[in-house]
């Protein structure tokens, strides 16, 4: 009796992330474009594509 081979999981769509009823619910990077987002911590929004900051205040 060996092992069942584990079903592969379908992926989960992502674009209910950013979009909210067909307004962008997070804040792109001025500088690499309307494809990415910043990533939103505690204190600031970082992209972690070219580095860019904006402090929040």
């Known amino acids: 009796m060996g092992k069942k081979p584990q079903k592969e999981k379908a992926p989960k769509p992502q674009i209910g992330k950013h979009y ?3 307004k962008k619910k ?3 990077c001025p500088k690499c474009g309307e494809g990415n987002f910043l990533a939103e911590h505690h204190d600031r929004l970082h992209c972690g594509k070219c580095g860019y900051t ?4």
């Open 20 to 22: 909210q009823e067909g």
């Open 54 to 57: 904006r402090w929040k205040k």
């Open 26 to 28: 997070d804040s792109t």
